[in-house]
Nanobody, 120 residues
Framework: QVQLVESGGGLVQAGGSRTLTCVAS????????MAWYRQAPGNQRELVAT???????QYSDSVKGRFTISKLNTNNTSVLQMNMLKSEDTAVYYC??????????????WGQGTQVTVSS
């Protein structure tokens, strides 16, 4: 059973920083890509950042230049470094991963979410 577990959420002042970590555990072949999404109350879930097995990273315009997603490594961990946080960054942050559990089977997994609250 593959699981994604996020950690690192909490309360932070505007302008501050926070680091989120997502660890993939269980039996699988490899991780194709990992991403972070967020969902604020009343809003749809939105993509924040992605990183692929090939080393490519992408960011939403709203976080570009402030957030950094780590590249995939053998630790099966994704780290989202969030700097210069704003009140509009307040949301539940979710880790997502596309993981090959066998040579031909790829599944999509989600973590349980971690709350980030930015106080102004």
């Amino acid at each position: 059973q593959v699981q994604l577990v996020e950690s690192g959420g909490g309360l932070v002042q505007a302008g501050g920083s926070r680091t989120l970590t997502c660890v993939a555990s269980g039996r699988f072949f490899y991780i194709q890509d990992m991403a972070w999404y967020r969902q604020a109350p009343g809003n749809q879930r939105e993509l924040v950042a992605t990183t692929t097995r090939g080393g490519r990273t992408q960011y939403s315009d709203s976080v570009k230049g402030r957030f950094t997603i780590s590249k995939l490594n053998t630790n099966n961990t994704s780290v989202l470094q969030m700097n210069m946080l704003k009140s509009e960054d307040t949301a539940v942050y979710y880790c997502n991963a596309n993981i090959y559990i066998s040579a031909l089977t790829r599944n999509d997994y989600w973590g349980q979410g971690t709350q980030v609250t930015v106080s102004s």
